[in-house]
């Protein structure tokens, strides 16, 4: 069976060439004029809302469809289905490029992680390093909240001993009032060292340091890292050390803010930590009341 866009292609060929009129082409064919002489448009909002998709997909090269098509809902307002979005983006060789290998995972036989079940459980932090456009090293120490999977601290600094890390813990109380259960982290010199492990003590919260040689344990923070080096470090060029923290500081909120979270149900970390602090809260007046 012929279609009506290849009779439109066979009627403008024999036209095009003098073989026939239009009317007695399209009358061999069985096609209307106005279906020859209409052009097809492509409505103007459908236009703008593609290339918003790609705009949307050149500024988050490393997202796939569905954290695009959750931007979009989210940052922009649109509504648009995700197979369209996955479909335009193939269209337009938009397809997300990000890092390779799977990391091991604890076998049955290894120790249990302790876990978290609501926010301020159990943070994690560590250290990227990165370096300045002059080839300087650059130090991030990133701190987490594992269960919102929130960003609560991106300090940039040359380097980080054991009194530098202590005070970014302590301001980091103090001004957001929030404090863990339990601090995870590696085996690194900064993290062991006998003034943080007292500092921990003194400041009520717990340390789980993970097995050594061991790094997928403390799997959250790779996970952010590996984020964090596709998303914004390997993507731009520092020339200062104050370039750093305020870009690091904007991209901080953009992750906690904005992208969406893929184990959070494409949610943000900062709308998982509002509706778990709420949930905690209405437990706690409902145990008060009893």
Known sequence: MVSPVQKKVVIETLVG????????????????????????????????????????????????????????????????????????????????????????????????????????????????????ADGRTVRILSIIDEYSRECVMLRAARSFPARRVIDCLEELLVTTGRKPEWLRSGNGPEFVAGRVQAWLKEAGVGSACIKPGSPWENGHVKSFHASLRAEFL????????????????????????????GSLSNQTPVKKSTIAKSTQTTKTDLQNSH
């Open 17 to 132: 060439t003098g073989r026939c009129s239009m009317a007695r082409a399209c009358r061999l064919l069985g096609l209307a004029r106005s279906a020859v002489y209409r052009k097809p448009g492509v409505p103007g909002g459908r236009l703008a809302q593609e290339g918003l998709v790609a705009e949307t997909s050149r500024q988050h090269p490393c997202l796939g469809y569905r954290k695009v098509t959750a931007l979009l809902r989210t940052v922009h307002g649109e509504t648009i289905n995700a197979k369209r979005v996955a479909r335009l983006r193939r269209r337009d060789g938009l397809v997300a490029s990000r890092r390779g290998s799977k990391r091991r995972r604890i076998r049955p036989q290894d120790r249990v992680r302790r876990s978290a079940t609501r926010r301020d459980e159990v943070w994690s932090y560590d250290f990227i390093q990165d370096s300045l």
């Open 234 to 261: 390997d993507r731009e060029l520092f020339f200062s050390m104050k370039e750093v923290t305020v870009m690091l500081e904007d991209w901080r909120h953009h992750y906690n803010h904005e992208r969406p979270h």
